[in-house]
Antibody
């Protein structure tokens, strides 16, 4: 059974970079699509982007200048980097798997990241 | 971006039928998907491409619609269905989510 687990700092200072890791077990990240979605306080959810089985990426245009999704296939992990964060980036960050990039059938538990000085 | 509009909250009694709506600001073909999220848990996929039941999801859940108007139906509602339900579209870039409908049981 596929399992996803997010990890990374729970607190990031404004203007710094947010870096998260999604560790995947039970399925190879060289298949399917692997995305990041965040949920803000107050419930709004935002699709941030994904990395495909081939390593190609797609990003939400609202984040395009600040976001990078990469992977390490040897460790079966993929990563989120979000630069120049502000308090508005405070959210619960989820990694998720999609068979076709459209809908997400498997999700991690989520990790809360707070941006604060 | 495509805005998805959902009613904020609904309250129903166990055993009843409930319909949760999601209206898109522009057409999304059939590329509308539904998730259930309970407090402290990750979202769970219920319905993909408007009307397809995800693996392991009870047949009490169903979806319908195309274009701009979509509905998630639960019939009959059970106590365990207390949760927030989100719609998500993947036809237009970027993918977007609705604000969620909180379902409470009377």
């Amino acid at each position: 059974e596929v399992q996803l687990q997010e990890s990374g700092p729970g607190l990031v200072k404004p203007s710094q970079s947010l870096s998260l890791t999604c560790s995947v077990t039970g399925y190879s990240i060289t298949s399917n699509y692997w995305g990041w979605i965040r949920k803000f306080p107050g419930n709004k959810m935002e699709w941030m982007g994904y990395i495909s089985y081939s390593g190609s990426t797609s990003y939400n245009p609202s984040l395009k200048s600040r976001i990078s999704i990469t992977r390490d296939t040897s460790k079966n992990q993929f990563f989120l980097q979000l630069n120049s964060v502000t308090t508005e980036d405070t959210a619960t960050y989820y990694c998720a798997r999609s068979a076709n990039s459209d809908w997400f059938a498997y999700w991690g538990q989520g990790t809360l990241v707070t941006v604060s000085s | 971006d495509t805005v998805l509009t959902q009613s904020p909250a609904l309250a129903v009694s166990p055993g009843e039928r409930v319909s949760i709506s999601c209206r898109a600001s522009e057409g999304v073909n059939s590329y509308m998907h539904w998730y259930q999220q309970k407090p402290g848990q990750q979202p769970k996929l219920l319905i993909y491409k408007a009307s397809n039941l995800a693996s392991g999801v009870p047949a009490r859940f169903s979806g319908s619609g195309s274009g701009t108007d979509f509905t998630l139906t639960i019939d009959p509602v059970e106590a365990d269905d207390t949760a927030t339900y989100f719609c998500q579209q993947s036809w237009n870039d970027p993918y977007t989510f609705g604000a969620g409908t909180k379902l409470e049981l009377k």
